[in-house]
């Protein structure tokens, strides 16, 4: 496999009328990234920007028109359902909301033994590895015999992180894993991704809304406007020293605890509303 993971090129997903009077709707216009082996991109953006539409193209739920997703030396677009479950082992997701991503039917161990039984692992072995995963993302073994109901929204997120864990991805596509969380479960959240990436070297993209989220965990950040990525480098530049204006207005909706700092944030977006 090439020294990138993932490569998207000039990729176009364009959403067909839903009546006489809507036209097509074209939410990513030639976009383009990729993503090395063990490395977090963070994908940044306002509700609508077409982020969530990227990662849903990666993983095979939007319809891409036009353009290239390689992962390694093979193509993405256009794999049927057959190939893309043969890929389930090396790209896998957690969903944003740890409150509908879980079957609240399942105990926790099914959950987690799903993958893993679908892919051809014994069951003795897979309640093995359940365990272990459990452990991994620092929930107790006895969390396998409870059903998702009975923990925090935190302890949901952790228990679909094992999940997305289970089959040991090189890459998974994190679409705002946090951001249904309070400010401390999202900062304890935020340390297992990568702690989890520290040891095993799985690739993230990590799809967020918040500069502040995206900051913390990732090495290089694109960020989409109106389907298009309008500025794309490395996490310091781009968060530090931002080019483009639409960047800026993110870094300045970021809240701050310093009343003055944010009258003055308050300020320059006004300013930068009127460029």
């Given at each position: 496999?090439?020294?990138?993971?993932?490569?998207?090129?000039?990729?176009?997903?364009?959403?067909?009328?839903?009546?006489?009077?809507?036209?097509?709707?074209?939410?990513?216009?030639?976009?383009?990234?990729?993503?090395?082996p063990?490395?977090?991109?963070?994908?940044?953006?306002?509700?609508?920007?077409?982020?969530?539409?990227?990662?849903?193209?990666?993983?095979g739920?939007?319809?891409?028109?036009?353009?290239?997703?390689?992962?390694?030396?093979?193509?993405?677009?256009?794999?049927?359902?057959?190939?893309?479950?043969?890929?389930?082992?090396?790209?896998?997701?957690?969903?944003?909301?740890?409150?509908?991503?879980?079957?609240?039917?399942?105990?926790?161990?099914?959950?987690?033994?799903?993958?893993?039984?679908?892919?051809?692992?014994?069951?003795?072995?897979?309640?093995?590895?359940?365990?272990?995963?459990?452990?991994?993302?620092?929930?107790?073994?006895?969390?396998?015999?409870?059903?998702?109901?009975?923990?925090?929204g935190?302890?949901?997120?952790?228990?679909?992180?094992?999940?997305?864990?289970?089959?040991?991805?090189?890459?998974?596509?994190?679409?705002?894993?946090?951001?249904?969380?309070?400010?401390s479960?999202?900062?304890?959240?935020?340390?297992?991704?990568?702690?989890?990436?520290?040891?095993?070297?799985v690739?993230?993209?990590?799809?967020?809304?918040?500069l502040?989220?995206?900051?913390?965990?990732?090495?290089?950040?694109?960020?989409?406007?109106?389907?298009?990525?309008?500025?794309?480098?490395?996490?310091?530049?781009?968060?530090?020293?931002?080019?483009?204006?639409?960047?800026?207005k993110?870094?300045?909706?970021?809240?701050?605890?310093?009343?003055?700092m944010?009258?003055?944030?308050?300020?320059?977006?006004?300013?930068?509303?009127?460029?």
């Amino acid at each position: 496999m090439s020294d990138t993971l993932l490569d998207a090129r000039d990729v176009e997903v364009t959403y067909p009328s839903r009546g006489f009077r809507t036209p097509p709707f074209r939410a990513l216009k030639g976009v383009s990234l990729d993503i090395k082996p063990g490395e977090t991109v963070g994908l940044v953006g306002e509700s609508g920007s077409g982020k969530t539409t990227l990662g849903r193209a990666i993983l095979g739920l939007a319809p891409v028109s036009s353009g290239s997703i390689r992962y390694g030396d093979r193509e993405l677009v256009g794999l049927d359902r057959a190939a893309r479950r043969g890929l389930a082992h090396e790209i896998q997701v957690v969903f944003q909301d740890p409150y509908t991503s879980l079957n609240p039917a399942m105990l926790v161990a099914d959950v987690l033994s799903e993958p893993l039984v679908a892919q051809g692992v014994a069951k003795s072995e897979a309640a093995d590895r359940v365990e272990m995963l459990l452990g991994q993302v620092g929930l107790p073994a006895d969390a396998g015999r409870r059903l998702p109901r009975e923990f925090s929204g935190g302890q949901r997120q952790r228990i679909a992180i094992a999940r997305a864990l289970a089959l040991e991805p090189r890459l998974i596509v994190c679409d705002e894993p946090v951001s249904a969380l309070d400010l401390s479960t999202q900062a304890r959240v935020l340390d297992l991704f990568i702690e989890i990436q520290d040891r095993t070297g799985v690739a993230y993209l990590f799809v967020s809304h918040d500069l502040s989220v995206v900051r913390h965990i990732s090495h290089r950040v694109a960020v989409m406007y109106h389907g298009e990525i309008v500025e794309y480098g490395d996490c310091e530049q781009v968060t530090g020293d931002p080019r483009h204006p639409y960047t800026k207005k993110l870094l300045m909706a970021a809240p701050v605890p310093d009343p003055e700092m944010q009258r003055q944030r308050r300020v320059e977006r006004q300013r930068l509303a009127l460029l």
